[in-house]
């Protein structure tokens, strides 16, 4: 069995606004002819149309038809190839009864028809574009057919009617396929457009989500687009235009780099003179606008830090038993040897064998407890019972001499903290402070109060304090300045007073107009059971 070719039987959507164009252009020529009898001149005679009733029926029922249709197809979209019909039937009549007022096939009024077949060809669908061309060619026959009978008109003119004829229907089939393939480009180009516009939100909700800034500059330092980040790293308000006006540091940045004086790299302070870096890239674009590429480099650090104490923890896990079993032995036979009671320089070296394995022991379980951080379990601490019992408890061990510390505890004063983690942080603050101090009474101070809306607690001594240049390091992991150090202490603390949502931080002798060093611990003073 033969196949039906595609162009034939293939539909598309309807096109109800190429439709309507078709029905304007109608009721237009409708209104011109119309307007053509009412004022009537030299053409009504070269085309035997003198003005009639006949024709002024005609034309006014054509137009009524045109621009009813018009209005139908505006207002009610339904039923898309009844309504073509109607239209193209009202064609092919309006046609063939001017062909017979005019005489016949050759007074040339059957082409007109080609262009209401040619249209009508481009919005149909299916098979209706071959009964339109079949439906003219019969009325087109039928008419002259008629004129041959009745009129006396020459037989040969049905000949001339046929070409006409077969003139309507390549007519109908080219633009038939003419057609599918504008349908098929729209429908390729609606496609493409509406992946384009997906394409293009992913792409702005990537843009949004990134925890870089990005940032699109003119040469000449104007503000094209930034994402929310950007925003938020540079200090930029929705309404910003200009650079300069807000981040100066990387507009003077973005002129040396296109004036070749920089790396495409450069560092920079944004708001509250965090430490940015930023990166240029050209965009290839016809404007040359920059594309900018912000990046927070504290939380670049904090991410590597992070990596380094996981791949440590990894370590330590792995290896901590094979240190502490040897440990464990040393330590056991340097007890035993020194019940020997050989002499004081056998003891001096079995008390120095002694104290480094403590040391190392400390060490390894410093480094565990990395990776042993459980999650907080927060607590309404009541502070004043809370440091009762902690002083009570260090005394009775000798963490520092009696009245070495002075608490000052502000009454009914409620911290939201973890109790065995506060214990932790507090222990190690205290212990250096009582370590760097003069260890006269009330050498290290440690005061409790409400400062807004946190809890502040203070641990300061009277020592030397903190060197300046080393008040970046402190919290660092490893960095320490006693011999006997792990440099792990104020890190963890640190790492604790995160996980309870509070802080840890260094004032400078200077900034508070006094001498020794002052840690301040800020946490939450709400309820948070």
């Not at 001017?98 to 050759?106: D, Y």
């Not at 500059?217 to 540079?234: E, F, T, W, Y």
């Not at 965009?283 to 606008?289: A, D, K, L, N, R």
């Not at 203070?458 to 150090?485: C, K, M, R, W, Y």
């Amino acid at each position: 069995m033969p196949s039906i070719p595609l162009w034939l039987t293939g539909t598309w959507e309807a096109n109800w606004r190429s439709f309507q164009y078709f029905l304007f252009v109608r009721a237009a020529f409708g209104a011109l002819c119309l307007l053509g009898l009412v004022f009537p001149g030299a053409w009504n005679v070269q085309l035997s149309l003198p003005p009639s009733p006949e024709l002024f029926t005609l034309f006014i029922t054509y137009l009524v038809l045109s621009g009813g249709g018009l209005l139908l197809a505006r207002l009610w979209q339904k039923h898309f190839n009844s309504q073509l019909s109607l239209q193209v039937l009202a064609d092919i009549v309006l046609i063939n009864l001017l062909m017979a007022l005019a005489g016949g096939i050759e007074s040339g009024f059957g082409l007109v028809l080609l262009v209401s077949l040619a249209a009508a060809s481009l919005v149909g669908q299916g098979r209706w574009v071959l009964f339109y061309a079949a439906l003219a060619t019969f009325a087109a026959l039928l008419m002259q057919s008629e004129a041959v009978i009745t009129r006396g008109v020459d037989p040969a003119s049905i000949v001339q009617a046929g070409f006409i004829s077969a003139g309507y229907f390549a007519t109908a089939i080219l633009a038939r396929l003419l057609g599918q393939r504008i349908m098929a480009n729209e429908e390729l180009a609606r496609r493409r457009g509406v992946a384009l516009a997906d394409q293009i939100h992913i792409n702005q909700r990537v843009v949004e989500r990134m925890q870089d800034g990005v940032l699109i500059l003119g040469h000449d330092g104007r503000i094209v687009r930034h994402n929310p980040m950007a925003a938020r790293l540079l200090g930029l308000p929705d309404t910003a235009r200009q650079l300069e006006n807000y981040a100066p540091p990387l507009a003077a940045a973005l002129q040396n780099w296109l004036a070749g004086y920089s790396s495409d790299s450069v560092f920079i302070s944004g708001a509250g003179n965090a430490e940015l870096g930023a990166r240029f890239m050209p965009t290839g674009s016809s404007s040359g606008e920059v594309l900018v590429f912000i990046e927070d480099v504290e939380r670049i650090k904090e991410q590597a830090k992070q990596l380094k104490l996981a791949a440590l923890g990894r370590l330590t896990a792995s290896i901590a038993h094979e240190i502490r079993n040897p440990l464990s032995a040393i330590g056991h036979a340097a007890e035993l040897l020194y019940e020997e009671r050989r002499g004081e320089t056998f003891e001096r070296l079995l008390r120095i064998i002694g104290d480094n394995t403590l040391r190392l022991n400390r060490i390894v379980s410093d480094v565990l407890e990395l990776g042993r951080q459980k999650r907080a379990q927060v607590e309404n601490l009541a502070l004043t019972p809370f440091f009762a019992y902690f002083s009570e408890d260090a005394q009775a061990v000798g963490l520092w001499p009696a009245g070495g510390v002075v608490f000052d505890i502000a009454p009914a004063l409620l911290l939201c903290f973890d109790r065995a983690h506060l214990h932790q942080v507090m222990s190690n603050l205290i212990g250096n402070a009582v370590r760097h101090s003069t260890g006269s009474p009330g050498a290290v101070r440690v005061v409790a109060a409400v400062s807004g809306e946190r809890v502040e607690i203070s641990v300061s001594d009277d020592g030397p304090g903190v060197p300046a240049n080393l008040s970046d390091q402190i919290f660092e992991p490893f960095f320490t300045t006693h011999s006997l150090g792990t440099g792990l202490g104020l890190f963890i603390a640190r790492e604790l007073c995160v996980a309870n949502g509070a802080t840890l931080s260094l004032r400078q002798a200077s900034a508070r107009g006094a001498t020794g060093a002052q840690f301040v611990l800020s946490g939450r003073a709400e309820t948070c059971l």
